[in-house]
């Protein structure tokens, strides 16, 4: 609890140019929803991120950006707390005494781990086999009761509940267990790719195509919806087995606040070029309010500054509170 409210945690790594339409639909716009009713306390993952080798200015660049996304996707700074993870040194303290609760076994079997070292096969550092402790300590610090993922990240979550259960076995009552909240797919927690509907989009898509950013200019939005693949039935319903024209649906509902059904009986005898050209309007209008924040906001660097200085101020406080009582616990003399 802080402030007598339930506490939500989330993070975000720092590793594309933007977030993506998936990021935004199916994470950001659920998480303005929360801003009210819970503590709410949004992490810019950097330290995370680093388990992939990165350009140090880019990074720096990215970081900032990300702030500014956030805040421009409509969480307030007055209402939630936002700061990087590396202001924040319990975050690395913690992970190394979690990781002495941790077996080797049980992050040999994380899958993103098997995913990750497969892909950078010449890179499978101890970061990246050690990323799920990283993000234990993440979560436990701040007594979190609820951390909104996607699916992908939801073993990550099983093993922190694993590992705090089993501290808290040992130690008594020192960490809050967590639950994953994890977004309706109606919420547009789903949103695939444009290119492969079978596959959540992402970042790493190797067909640019595949994957609308939020600061993507409305003509490219609207491009890259055009192309987007669909099937040759030439139908706008939403069944199995349409994943394509599914997903566009679900996106222009998302896009318009109109539910499926109201989308579908939009476009009833309408061909997919028409279809195709209202849901890359109603997305670049979707997103036009936040790239011009967002414009706003990149030109006023003190200010994104002031919103992590006083984040990471709030971030270390609460973290190191419980770092404490960890530290305390299992014998160390402060
Ligand atoms: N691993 C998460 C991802 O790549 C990002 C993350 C880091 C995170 N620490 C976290 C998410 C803590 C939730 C809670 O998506």
């Known amino acids: 609890m802080i402030n007598d409210k339930k506490v939500i945690l989330s993070g975000i790594q720092p590793s594309g140019d933007s977030l993506t339409l998936g990021n935004y639909m199916g994470a950001l716009k659920n998480w303005v929803k929360l801003q009210d009713e819970y503590s709410c306390v949004y992490m810019i993952a950097n330290m995370h991120t680093i388990t992939l080798r990165q350009e140090p200015a880019k990074l720096r660049a990215r970081t900032l950006s990300l702030l500014a996304q956030y805040i421009a996707a409509g969480l307030d700074p007055e209402k939630n707390v936002f700061f990087i993870q590396s202001q924040v040194s319990a975050h690395a303290e913690l992970a190394w005494i979690l990781n002495c609760y941790t077996q080797m076994g049980e992050l040999s079997r994380m899958t993103q781990f098997k995913d990750k070292s497969q892909k950078h096969a010449d890179n499978i550092n101890a970061g990246l086999f050690d ?60 949103i695939m790719g444009l290119q492969d509907p079978t596959s959540k989009m992402s970042k790493s898509d190797p067909n640019p195509n595949g994957c609308i950013y939020i600061l993507d200019p409305p003509e490219v939005i609207i491009r890259k919806i055009k192309r987007a693949v669909t099937d040759s039935e030439a139908e706008v319903a939403y069944r199995e087995g349409k994943d394509g024209v599914n997903n566009l649906l679900t996106i222009y509902s998302v896009a318009t606040g109109k539910s499926i059904d109201e989308a579908v009986a939009e476009f009833v005898g309408k061909g997919y070029g028409d279809f195709k050209a209202a849901v890359g309007e109603a997305t670049a209008e979707c997103l036009r309010p936040i790239q011009e924040k967002y414009n706003d906001l990149m030109k006023n660097k003190d200010y994104l500054e002031s919103v992590y200085r006083s984040g990471g101020d709030t971030a270390r406080r609460i973290a190191g509170r419980t770092l404490a009582k960890v530290q305390k616990k299992v014998g160390f003399i402060l």
């Open 131 to 190: 990323y799920p402790v990283l993000m234990a300590a993440d979560i436990l610090l701040y007594q979190a009761d609820m951390v909104p993922v996607g699916k992908d990240q939801k073993q990550h979550i099983e093993l922190t509940r694993d590992i705090a259960q089993r501290f808290n076995g040992i130690y008594g009552d020192v960490f809050t267990i967590p639950d994953p909240y994890i977004a309706p797919p109606s919420a547009g927690s789903n």
